[in-house]
Structures are given as C-alpha cells and as structure tokens.
Nanobody
Framework: VQLQAFGGGLVQAGGSLRLSCAAS????????MAWYRRAPGKQRELVAS???????NYAESVKGRFTISRDVAKNTVYLQMNTLKAEDTAVYYC??????????WGRGTLVTVSS
C-alpha cells in the first residue's frame, strides 16, 4: 500500500487546514486509516483514526476541533483541522493498517501554526 498525503502548510492560530491522504495498491486489505503527528522534540502520537465501518477515535487534545473522515470508494482519508493552535504544529503522517495487521506509513506533511 502506498500513501500520499496532501494539504499541509502554514496557517495562523485559529485557522483551518484540511489534510488528505490517498492510498493505492492493495487497498482492499485496508482496515483502519489514521493520522499521527510528531511535534518538534516530542514522540509521534495518534491524532485520529477511523475504521472501515466509520468508527472514530481522537486524541483528547484535538476533540471538538479535528474531524477525520474517509471516502472508501476513493481510498482516501481526510483530516479537517479547525481552530488550530500553535501546539498543533507538527509533521502529520498518514497511516493504514490492513486486515492482516500490516502497517503502512505515508511521508509526512508539515503543518505550521503561527501564533
């Protein structure tokens, strides 16, 4: 499975960005899709995940501000990020897990929130 992420950039605090990640190759095996992030000097953390049936999970720090969604037909996962804060600055990574529990990672996309 190959993953290609789009949508990172520079935004002012309080603004919005939408990330997207398109999967190709072996997509029938995809179970869950997720976004992780790694902030400067910190470990990578789960931001949000979504399963094939639409069950979602969010980090406490983004609940109410971020929304993950998935277009199964397009094998694409989205992350709508609203009310961005400086602490949301990070490299965001797309992740998929297959039914056989293989994990794939996309190249990160940088999100910078200026205060």
């Amino acid at each position: 499975v190959q993953l290609q992420a789009f949508g990172g950039g520079l935004v002012q605090a309080g603004g919005s960005l939408r990330l997207s990640c398109a999967a190709s190759g072996g997509t029938r095996s995809i179970n869950s899709m997720a976004w992780y992030r790694r902030a400067p000097g910190k470990q990578r953390e789960l931001v949000a995940s979504i399963t094939t049936v639409g069950s979602t999970n969010y980090a406490e720090s983004v609940k109410g501000r971020f929304t993950i969604s998935r277009d199964v037909a397009k094998n694409t996962v989205y992350l709508q990020m609203n009310t961005l804060k400086a602490e949301d600055t990070a490299v965001y990574y797309c992740n998929v897990v297959t039914g056989s529990l293989y994990t794939y990672w996309g190249r990160g996309t940088l999100v910078t929130v200026s205060s």
